[in-house]
């Protein structure tokens, strides 16, 4: 559980959730791949709900408001935790979110006993200085599965047993440059945080 001035931040497996609460998060999930498509990729119903049964969704909460989810992968046979995709709603896109689910993605992975954070994001959006304020370092690049190709930058983060950001998080500076490359309709920056484009 995170806390700032005035907000109360409470990241949550889905699976841990009441039944209620469980079903409206994977409604919120589902919807995710189709308002943000170009940034975080299409999944199926299916690929949430089987997440959601293996305890590899996790969801964020504003003063019991839903902001964001991640979703995970299982711990690779090399001790890595993949995020498939990370997105926080339109109008909750503040650095403080996008923080807060990484660090608690940070703290599974720990208890999960990787020992690397590992994600691939489209080099045209600006989720890539999101990923270099949190501490994340570019690896190397792919092309993209699509038809029309986007290269796709990979980030990796080594897991932190004290589950804290490095230094070097968002400085007022990162945070203004990175909305000024922020394109229409949606992508991320440090203060805005949607779907972060991170495709496996």
């Not at 290269?151 to 440059?177: C, D, G, I, K």
Request: charged share 20%; glycine share 4%.
């Amino acid at each position: 559980m995170v806390s700032s001035t005035s907000d109360t931040l409470v990241s949550t497996l889905t699976r841990d959730l009441d039944v209620s609460q469980q079903r409206a998060a994977l409604l919120f999930c589902y919807s995710a791949s189709k308002l943000d498509a170009n940034s975080i990729g299409w999944l199926p119903k299916q690929a949430y709900d089987n997440r959601h049964e293996r305890g590899e969704l996790l969801t964020l909460y504003n003063n019991d408001d839903l902001v964001g989810f991640v979703l995970m992968s299982r711990p690779s046979p090399y001790g890595e935790l993949r995020c498939l995709q990370i997105w926080v709603r339109r109008d909750a896109r503040m650095m403080i979110h996008g923080r807060a689910l990484i660090d608690e993605l940070d703290r599974i992975a720990e208890q999960r006993h990787c020992w690397l954070l590992r994600l691939w994001c489209a080099e045209d959006l600006a989720a890539n200085l999101f990923w270099e304020a949190l501490g994340f370092q570019k690896r190397g690049w792919r092309w993209g599965p699509a038809k029309t190709p986007r290269r796709h930058n990979l980030w990796t983060r080594r897991v932190s047993p004290s589950s804290q950001l490095p230094a070097a998080t968002a400085t007022p500076e990162t945070v203004e440059l990175a909305q000024s490359k922020q394109t229409a309709p949606h992508h991320l920056s440090p203060t805005a945080t949607p779907a972060t484009g991170t495709r496996n």
